[in-house]
Nanobody, 114 residues
Framework: VQLVESGGDSVQPGGSLRLSCAAS????????MSWGRQAPLKPREWIAG???????DYADSVKGRFTISRDNNNNILYLQMNNLKPEDTAVYYC?????????WGQGTQVTVSP
């Protein structure tokens, strides 16, 4: 399993970013895929998931602002993040499975500050 995230950056509050995750080494199109994050001095948390059959799930902290999607033809997972807040500052990870279990990528840094 290989998961490589990209797209992290520094943005101002209210801004937007789109993260990408290139996946390989497993049947991506059949897997539940998620995004997680870890803010400084806080534990990792699950924030969004896609069950590969049309259902998406979100943590309350990002619901209505973040959108998870996938391109099964190219094995890419996306996270569109809108109306970013300073509390969204974290390393963002692509992962297989639900919750905190599964394989995690190396992460990409997102910083939200004025």
């Amino acid at each position: 399993v290989q998961l490589v995230e990209s797209g992290g950056d520094s943005v101002q509050p209210g801004g937007s970013l789109r993260l990408s995750c290139a996946a390989s080494g497993f049947p991506f199109g059949t897997y539940y895929m998620s995004w997680g994050r870890q803010a400084p001095l806080k534990p990792r948390e699950w924030i969004a998931g896609d069950n590969a059959r049309g259902r998406t799930d979100y943590a309350d902290s990002v619901k209505g602002r973040f959108t998870i999607s996938r391109d099964n033809n190219n094995n890419i997972l996306y996270l569109q993040m809108n109306n970013l807040k300073p509390e969204d500052t974290a390393v963002y990870y692509c992962k297989t499975g639900t919750g905190l279990s599964g394989n995690w990528g190396q992460g990409t840094q997102v910083t939200v500050s004025p």
